[in-house]
């Protein structure tokens, strides 16, 4: 029995994490500002799989002091939310007085102090039993009474003495991942700016929010409210650079010879097409890394193993499409004539395409053809070229390689 060291599912440990230096810093920067009652907020945007979530991790533990952040230990007291679709005010609301509760309220005085400051929580709670719905309580006062009390446990938590907790803070750090899935109810860029504000006017800016999603987050918050997005520091993940793919591999083996007790080694051959697979894509590596090892010796990762670990049956690059492409080629898209377009394109993997070529291969009308890459373009399926007219590309090549594949296996 061998354990695969890979993991594609879930996001990386520090122990791993590669690169992003940049951001990295930019959030460091804002945690001190933080510390020092100077805060203000990140937005990280980037697509599946790109990293936010093991990056927002990495920051954790650097807030929390686990790690340390320019020689020094920072000591912030973390919330984490995800957002869902069934997300409400209140849920949010409640989810931050949970996690202040479970680190704040250890022994019988703090419980009781903590108890006394978000004591209408209970109140609601009580009422909500009653009439069922979050619309039945105003929103409004909802949020006047927790940004109050946010605000005091703030302060007293910053304050040199803890002010009746144990311990004293730098300040809170609240990170919000998956903010895609906010729904206009949430109204989530109103509620973070609203918040923001009210506290700065009770004079703590010790507060950082974290907010993380897919790129369109922004529109979202910018639905919200129009100015909420000036109240973060905006990062966007892009592809990681192939030093950061060879690290990556090279602590994954590392971490196999801990789970097996026994080296794994990758041929010089087989790394480099693993990092040529993994196009910059985090998830990627591990998902081509994955397959490839399972079907290696354990020992040593041949450039056989990446080869039909990726291309084979049940193998990575099915696994890959089924995550992040299948939904753009079979839901987001219902017309024949739009995925033959697709299907073109791909021959010729993630390389700018021009119109003229793709006619020249299409079986149908001009005015069909038209309406397919329009179709494709405003859904963010293919790129078009800036400052060049009807030039076109997919994504990236494992899309390409991902349709041509599912095409020939629809061909049998
Ligand atoms: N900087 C990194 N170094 C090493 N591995 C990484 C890095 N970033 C991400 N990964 C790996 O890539 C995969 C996806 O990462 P993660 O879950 O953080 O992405 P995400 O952007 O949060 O995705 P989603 O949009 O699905 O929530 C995981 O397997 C994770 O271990
Ligand atoms: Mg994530």
């Keep these: ?159 040199k003495n803890g002010e009746n907790f144990e311990s004293t803070h730098d300040g809170i750090l609240l990170m919000v991942d998956e903010s895609d899935n906010a729904t206009k109810d949430l109204d989530l860029g109103t509620f973070l700016k609203l918040l923001v504000e009210r506290l700065q006017k009770e004079g703590t800016q010790q507060l950082m929010i974290g907010v993380s999603g897919l790129p369109k987050t922004k529109e979202i918050l910018i639905e919200s409210h129009p100015s909420s997005i000036r109240i973060f520091e905006e990062l966007n993940l892009d592809r990681l650079n192939d030093e950061d793919i060879k690290y990556v591999i090279k602590r994954v083996l590392d971490h196999s010879q801990e789970l097996n007790k026994k080296r794994t080694e990758i041929e010089p051959k087989a790394e480099n097409n693993l990092v040529r697979l993994s196009e910059g894509f985090p998830h990627f590596i591990h998902q081509y890394g994955y397959c490839a090892f399972d079907l290696s010796d354990g020992l040593v990762i041949t450039d056989d193993n990446i080869q039909k670990g990726a291309f084979g049956n049940n193998g990575a690059i099915e696994k890959i499409g089924d995550k992040y492409y299948r939904d753009d080629f079979y ?38 053809l038209d309406n397919a890459i329009n179709a494709l373009r405003t859904r963010g399926i293919i790129l078009s070229k800036e400052g060049t007219k009807g030039t076109y590309r997919l994504q990236d090549k494992g899309f390409a390689w991902w349709i041509t594949m599912n095409q020939k296996k629809e061909e049998k």
């Design 1 to 159: 029995m061998k354990i695969n060291p890979f993991n594609p599912n879930s996001p990386t440990g520090p122990g791993m994490f590669a690169g992003r230096i940049k951001e990295i810093e930019s959030i460091e920067q804002i945690l001190l500002q933080t510390r020092a009652n100077k805060g203000h907020g990140f937005l990280l945007l980037g697509q599946r799989g790109i990293g936010k979530t093991s990056l927002l991790n990495l920051v954790k533990y650097q807030a929390e002091g686990s790690i340390k952040t320019k020689d020094e230990t920072l000591n912030f007291l973390v919330i984490e939310i995800d957002i869902t679709k069934d997300t409400t005010l209140y849920t949010i609301i409640k989810k931050i007085e949970l996690a202040l509760r479970r680190k704040l309220a250890k022994s019988e005085p703090t419980r009781k102090l903590f108890s006394d400051i978000w004591n209408f929580l209970g109140k609601i709670e009580v009422a909500g039993a009653k009439v069922n719905t979050e619309r039945d309580f105003d929103k409004e006062l909802l949020f006047e009474e927790f940004s109050y009390s946010l605000a005091d446990t703030l302060k007293r938590i910053t304050a």
């Design 331 to 368: 839901n987001k898209i219902k017309v024949d004539s739009y995925r033959q377009v697709l299907i073109i394109m791909a021959t010729k993997l993630d390389d700018w395409v021009t119109k003229k070529y793709i006619k020249s291969k299409f079986k149908g009308q001009p005015a069909t």
